[in-house]
Every structure is written in C-alpha cells, then in structure tokens.
C-alpha cells in the first residue's frame, strides 16, 4: 500500500510539473486553436487530415496573449457561405508583431 501511495503521489506532482509548464500565451493560443477548430467544423468539411494550425503554437510572442485571448471569444460567424470567428475587426496584435502567419492573415 506504501508503494502505490509513492507512486500516485509521484504520478500526480509529474502530472502537476508538466502542465505548469506551459507559458499563459501558448495556453492562449492553444484555446484560440480549438475555438476556431470548433468555428471551421460548422463548414461541414473534413479536414481532420490536415491542421492548417499544426505549428500555430509553436514560438508564441508573449505580447500576443492578449490578442488569443481575444480572438477566441469571438463568436463563429458565417461570412460568405464560410464560417469564421470574427476576429478581425475587434481583437488587435500588439504593435510591430505578427503573433501568428496565419492568424496574421485573418483567415
């Protein structure tokens, strides 16, 4: 009984350790990713086989946190037959950055 104590308890502080040590702008990101992944789903295509934002999150500036923060609170809109969250109009990238090509590119 000892032992399986020691080894949830380890269990769980490496479970702990690991998830801490995501940065808050990459868990930004990471959110904006599946709120559009769940926006783009309601165009009915299959594009399970491709992610478009497969290294979206990969070197995230830390000033742009606060525009995945925004972004992904938007809501999904239909916009010419395609659905999007809109985004562009309201949620800004931080001066002089482009957090992300593709989100640079508005979709």
Request: glycine share 6%; charged share 30%; with cysteine.
């Amino acid at each position: 009984m000892h032992r399986f104590f020691l080894v949830a308890a380890f269990a769980f502080a490496a479970a702990f350790t690991l998830g801490a040590c995501t940065a808050p702008e990459v868990e930004s990101c990471e959110q904006f990713k599946e709120a559009r992944a769940a926006c783009d789903a309601k165009n009915g295509s299959d594009t399970s086989g491709e992610d478009k934002d497969a290294n979206l999150c990969d070197s995230v500036d830390a000033e742009c946190k606060e525009f995945y923060d925004c972004a992904r609170q938007q809501e999904c809109v239909e916009v010419g037959g395609v659905f999007r969250l809109d985004y562009a109009k309201i949620c800004t990238m931080p001066e002089g950055k482009e957090c992300t090509e593709i989100a640079a590119a508005g979709d």
